[in-house]
């Protein structure tokens, strides 16, 4: 059988993926040099991420709508510049200013443009039969972002300093790129078949593959459609609960006499836990409908909550970290997926984006709700209630996006 080179495209998202999640994640190891330098408090220093994650979301509609109407390959060149230049231009900058501005714009453009939306723009180009299991290895790439690139990091600004790690990390960047954009292919060729799904034959999956439109949907048009709205709401309501869940874990794990070392390694649970639930949904494939999936999943982050109302021993909270994990690593790359399932190809770039500031915004409230409830209630428990409700909620906008239709010997629709 003649090799997919769509596998390539999978091994290059990864890789970028990679570079960008490790290069955010890798921040707090900034904030005591970069304060002492430039004098900051750590609230100042904490606000270079924020406007890091707010300059990518909201700049994310933007960025998917190019995607859509133009070269990804090129698009990935000018995110490569900007990733580049702005991690240089961060180590030798002086003025604080200047390095607010190239976290808010040109960084997260170019960790936009560079990794985070294009290569799963690439991915649901190249796959359709296998496009679960393409999206799920190609979202590893989050994960091993904090097992492989942040060490790199701490090792270099042992080394050489924080300003010489980052001018290294910017040149490091760029040879990254110079080595995968070449190796960049828009969409498969004439030559280039997908392999047929397991138990089909090529016959069958020709006959599957459902017609789609090449013209890129407008932005109008996808927010008319129902089917976008409590895909995107959906799984903006479960995220947000898994995050701040997420981070009030550690402090949760404190107040009920937990020692540092058992409240980290909850952390670090969740997060082996992700890498699993990537891995699982890569065995899985195509063999169970997205949607059920999904719902499946936000049920279990609805029953997670309402478990921590209750009993916060170490042994739960290592139960509850296990779920929580197994859920965050699966809805990306499922909800990516169903995403390009549901809105082709040719749209993905606009659904995406437009999804992710969706996202973004309901994360950031979460959060912020969240640590509000905890302020002037003195507990979680409203908020965890509120999850329970918000996830419910969650799990009956997704299942409203199964087809209802269910005809004898009709294809399976993921």
């Given at each position: 059988m003649?090799?997919?080179?769509?596998?390539i495209?999978?091994?290059?998202?990864l890789?970028v993926l990679?570079l960008?999640?490790g290069?955010l994640?890798?921040?707090?190891?900034?904030?005591?040099?970069v304060?002492?330098?430039?004098?900051?408090?750590?609230?100042?220093?904490n606000?270079?991420?924020?406007?890091l994650?707010l300059?990518?979301?909201?700049l994310?509609?933007?960025?998917?709508r190019?995607l859509d109407l133009y070269?990804?390959?090129?698009?990935?060149i000018?995110?490569?510049?900007?990733?580049?230049?702005s991690?240089i231009v961060l180590?030798l900058s002086t003025?604080v200013?200047?390095?607010?501005f190239?976290i808010a714009?040109?960084?997260?453009?170019g960790?936009?443009?560079g990794?985070t939306?294009?290569?799963?723009?690439l991915v649901a180009?190249?796959?359709?039969?296998h496009?679960?299991?393409?999206?799920?290895?190609?979202?590893?790439?989050?994960?091993?972002g904090?097992?492989?690139?942040?060490?790199?990091?701490?090792?270099l600004i042992?080394?050489?300093g924080?300003?010489q790690c980052?001018?290294?990390?910017?040149c490091a960047?760029?040879?990254?790129?110079?080595?995968?954009?070449p190796?960049?292919?828009?969409?498969?060729g004439?030559?280039?078949?997908?392999?047929a799904?397991s138990?089909?034959t090529e016959?069958?999956a020709?006959?599957a593959k459902?017609?789609?439109?090449?013209?890129p949907m407008?932005?109008?048009?996808l927010?008319?459609k129902?089917q976008?709205?409590t895909?995107?709401?959906?799984t903006a309501l479960?995220l947000?609960?898994?995050q701040?869940i997420?981070i009030s874990l550690?402090p949760?794990?404190?107040?009920?006499g937990?020692?540092?070392n058992?409240?980290?390694?909850?952390?670090?649970l969740?997060?082996a836990l992700?890498f699993?639930?990537k891995?699982f949904l890569?065995?899985?494939?195509?063999?169970l409908?997205?949607?059920?999936?999904?719902?499946g999943?936000f049920v279990?982050?609805?029953?997670?909550?309402?478990?921590?109302l209750f009993d916060h021993?170490?042994a739960?909270?290592?139960?509850?970290s296990?779920?929580?994990?197994?859920?965050?690593?699966t809805v990306?790359?499922?909800f990516?997926?169903?995403?390009a399932?549901?809105?082709g190809?040719?749209?993905?770039?606009?659904?995406?984006g437009?999804a992710t500031l969706?996202?973004?915004v309901i994360s950031?409230t979460?959060?912020?709700?969240?640590?509000?409830?905890y302020?002037?209630?003195?507990?979680y428990e409203?908020?965890f209630l509120t999850f329970?409700a918000t996830a419910?909620?969650?799990a009956v906008?997704m299942i409203?996006n199964?087809?209802?239709?269910?005809g004898?010997g009709?294809a399976?629709l993921?």
């Amino acid at each position: 059988m003649r090799f997919y080179y769509g596998w390539i495209i999978v091994a290059i998202g990864l890789a970028v993926l990679m570079l960008a999640v490790g290069t955010l994640n890798a921040f707090g190891l900034f904030i005591i040099p970069v304060s002492e330098a430039f004098n900051l408090s750590r609230a100042n220093m904490n606000t270079g991420i924020i406007l890091l994650h707010l300059g990518t979301a909201a700049l994310a509609p933007f960025v998917g709508r190019m995607l859509d109407l133009y070269s990804a390959r090129k698009i990935m060149i000018a995110g490569a510049v900007l990733f580049s230049a702005s991690m240089i231009v961060l180590g030798l900058s002086t003025n604080v200013w200047l390095s607010a501005f190239a976290i808010a714009v040109p960084l997260a453009l170019g960790i936009a443009g560079g990794c985070t939306l294009t290569a799963p723009a690439l991915v649901a180009r190249w796959f359709s039969a296998h496009r679960g299991r393409a999206m799920a290895i190609t979202m590893m790439g989050m994960s091993l972002g904090s097992v492989v690139v942040v060490p790199l990091f701490g090792l270099l600004i042992d080394t050489f300093g924080w300003r010489q790690c980052l001018v290294i990390v910017g040149c490091a960047i760029a040879a990254i790129f110079v080595i995968a954009v070449p190796l960049v292919r828009e969409r498969p060729g004439p030559a280039d078949v997908e392999p047929a799904a397991s138990g089909e034959t090529e016959q069958q999956a020709k006959a599957a593959k459902p017609q789609v439109d090449l013209t890129p949907m407008k932005t109008s048009q996808l927010l008319r459609k129902p089917q976008f709205w409590t895909m995107a709401l959906s799984t903006a309501l479960a995220l947000g609960a898994l995050q701040t869940i997420i981070i009030s874990l550690v402090p949760l794990a404190q107040e009920n006499g937990l020692s540092v070392n058992q409240s980290a390694s909850l952390v670090s649970l969740v997060g082996a836990l992700a890498f699993a639930g990537k891995l699982f949904l890569a065995w899985l494939g195509e063999r169970l409908d997205r949607v059920l999936l999904l719902s499946g999943v936000f049920v279990l982050v609805a029953l997670t909550s309402f478990a921590l109302l209750f009993d916060h021993s170490y042994a739960a909270l290592l139960a509850c970290s296990v779920l929580i994990g197994l859920a965050s690593g699966t809805v990306t790359p499922a909800f990516l997926a169903l995403l390009a399932d549901r809105f082709g190809a040719a749209s993905f770039g606009t659904a995406n984006g437009t999804a992710t500031l969706i996202m973004a915004v309901i994360s950031a409230t979460s959060i912020r709700v969240g640590g509000e409830i905890y302020d002037r209630t003195g507990n979680y428990e409203a908020m965890f209630l509120t999850f329970v409700a918000t996830a419910i909620i969650a799990a009956v906008l997704m299942i409203t996006n199964r087809p209802r239709k269910q005809g004898r010997g009709s294809a399976q629709l993921t």
